[in-house]
């Protein structure tokens, strides 16, 4: 069974920075893109960022642009999410997933960034 376990979420005041990390228990790790996305209290789940499976290639919402960053270690078959200059409206539950192709496949349980103003 697959899973992807995020942890790295917490409460942090306006301006300050947090680094989350999702590691994934498949075999095949560095054949799967990843992403980063998340989900406000009232809102639908959006795209923040995404890393393609070599790592040479990453996306990321208009929103988070120059604040966050998307990286990886096949090695370690973990992902990670920096992020900086925090702004309340950051606040959300985040979640990572794996695709193969054009569909993520797999999903993790979240992991809650509260951001205080």
């Known amino acids: 069974q697959v899973q992807l376990v995020e942890s790295g979420g917490g409460l942090v005041q306006a301006g300050g920075s947090l680094r989350l990390s999702c590691t994934a228990s498949?075999?095949?790790?560095?054949?799967?893109?990843m992403g980063w996305f998340r989900q406000a209290p009232g809102k639908e789940r959006e795209f923040v960022a995404a890393?393609?499976?070599?790592?040479?290639?990453?996306n990321y919402a208009d929103s988070v642009k120059g604040r966050f960053t998307i990286s990886r270690d096949n090695a370690k078959n973990t992902v990670y999410l920096q992020m900086n200059s925090l702004k309340p409206e950051d606040t959300a539950i985040y979640y990572c997933a794996a695709r193969l192709r054009d569909v993520y496949d797999y999903w993790g349980q979240g992991t809650q960034v509260t951001v205080s103003s």
């Open positions: 498949l075999r095949t790790f560095s054949r799967y893109a």
């Open positions: 890393i393609a499976w070599s790592g040479g290639i990453t």
